[in-house]
């Protein structure tokens, strides 16, 4: 051994232990990462790690075999995220609580429109404030006010239509331009109380209709938009308007929130965008519940027949009609995303995935809907379905504030339909996939 080295040596005998030690220590945290990394990628969902983002495109029953090769909880790899999805409602509601403080939605950012943003995105005491109010002036009650002028609406709708084309070819665009506009005209009535004839009114449909140029609502706001800004600013002069001469009588939800003094920036932001994310909603479901009249003549005379029209029986039977319709069709997405690592059911859940519950899918079990890709309304007729094996808007506190009005809207129309119309498709193809949701084509 040369000096130099013998030097060196001698010089790092002293601290050979310590470095020893440290390599030791090194090591053991190298190989328990792998070892918990290792378990963790073991443990994950089955399901495949490849793209399905084009099958989900194209096929709707890609989740359904993917839950038929995997299981009701299964991986997946959709728009570059790790998404889990579930399937079952009752397994659903289980799993988001058991991590309800890892959770959060992930619905499209709206804080740049109005402070906090809107109530589906927001969580925790804050979301449980706001869903208090926004409950409270959705308490039932609104409809009846309303019913004469809504069903002119929808007659109004379908005469608009027939002008277009006396040949009942309507096409898909003028079919959605139409159903737009009633179900704009509806929202504003119910939740605002404005005539969508009177200058407020048109002013308010122009408003909404320049936040959303394209037929469905952008997929998020970066930054203040001036199309919101003037509907807030209709909404407001409404507001002081309100304000100086608040009648007894309870006609809209606007009214009631002025009422309770519960109309801060938050609140009337929640309602002023809610319209728009609703009237979109609610007119993919009259769209789909157009195509299952046009195929399903019996499920029509069943509404006309079961009583005489606009009765006690022919509303049940239009009501099992859009239940029939949003169980088979116009399904929402349930989606959270979890900030930690989480265990459920013997799987890891990586942070930062996200989880999604599988409504279509869960709707087509046909252990509680025999031959469940049949449309079949009467199903729902006499029958209580809980919501462990129907929900259609949602299972867990972020559940639809507007389901009643949803129903009970989607029934008038569905009633006006079959009382003056028929409805008939002149050329029928397989649903294509929207920005949000499969509709009819
Ligand atoms: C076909 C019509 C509709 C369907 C199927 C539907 C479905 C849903 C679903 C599944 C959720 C829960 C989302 C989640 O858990 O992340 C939800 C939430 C919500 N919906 Fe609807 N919806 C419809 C129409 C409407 C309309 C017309 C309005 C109001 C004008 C509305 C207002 C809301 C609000 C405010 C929430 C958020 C509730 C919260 O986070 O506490 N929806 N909807």
């Not at 959705?138 to 929808?154: F, K, M, N, Q, T």
Request: hydrophobic residues 40%; charged residues 20%.
């Amino acid at each position: 051994m040369s000096n130099l080295a013998k030097r060196i040596y001698w010089f790092l005998l002293p601290v050979a232990e310590p470095l020893f030690a440290l390599r030791c220590c090194l090591q053991l945290i190298a190989r328990s990462g792998l070892v918990a990394g290792l378990r963790m990628f073991r443990q994950l969902p089955p399901g495949p790690f490849r793209p399905i983002d084009e099958a989900l495109r194209t096929d709707q029953h890609t989740l359904l075999a993917l839950a038929a090769k995997h299981g009701p909880i299964f991986k997946c790899n959709w728009r570059g995220e790790r998404v889990v999805m579930i399937v079952g409602f009752e397994r659903a509601l289980d799993a988001f609580q058991s991590c309800p403080h890892e959770l959060r939605s992930t619905y499209k950012s709206t804080e740049h429109l109005f402070p906090n943003g809107h109530l589906r995105a927001l969580h925790g005491d804050m979301h449980h404030h706001y869903r208090q109010i926004i409950l409270r002036g959705l308490r039932s009650g609104l409809i009846p006010v309303h019913e004469a002028a809504l069903r002119a609406d929808v007659q109004r709708c379908f005469l608009k239509l027939h002008a277009l084309h006396p040949s009942h070819n309507v096409n898909t665009l003028e079919l959605i331009n139409a159903l737009r506009g009633l179900t704009t005209r509806m929202l504003l009535r119910v939740f605002l109380g404005i005539d969508p004839d009177s200058p407020k009114g048109k002013a308010l449909r122009d408003g909404y209709d320049a936040l959303t140029p394209g037929l469905a609502p952008a997929f998020g706001y970066q930054r203040q938009n001036p199309a919101f800004e003037h509907l807030i600013a209709l909404v407001t002069t409404e507001v002081s308007r309100l304000q100086q001469d608040l009648q007894s009588i309870e006609v809209s939800v606007l009214q009631r929130l002025i009422a309770e003094q519960n109309l801060e920036p938050t609140t009337r932001g929640i309602l002023v965008y809610m319209l728009e994310t609703g009237r979109f909603d609610l007119y993919s479901l009259f769209r789909w519940m157009l195509y299952y009249l046009a195929k399903h003549p019996p499920a029509a005379h069943l509404i006309t027949h079961a009583g005489s029209l606009r009765s006690s029986a022919g509303a049940t039977a239009a009501r099992a009609f859009v239940h029939e319709t949003l169980r088979l069709n116009q399904s929402e997405a349930i989606q959270r995303r979890i900030d930690d690592d989480h265990q459920y059911a013997g799987y890891s859940i990586p942070s930062q995935s996200q989880l999604q519950v599988c409504l279509w899918e869960t709707h087509k079990d046909p252990a509680v809907f025999a031959q469940p890709f049949e449309f079949n309304p009467s199903r729902f007729i006499n029958a209580t379905h809980s919501l462990d094996r129907f929900a259609p808007f949602g299972v867990d506190e972020h559940r639809c504030a507007a389901a009643e009005y949803v129903i009970d809207l989607a029934r008038l129309f569905v009633e006006e339909a079959v009382a003056s119309w028929s409805v008939a498709i002149f050329q029928d193809a397989a649903p294509v996939r929207g920005n949000y949701h499969w509709e009819p084509d």
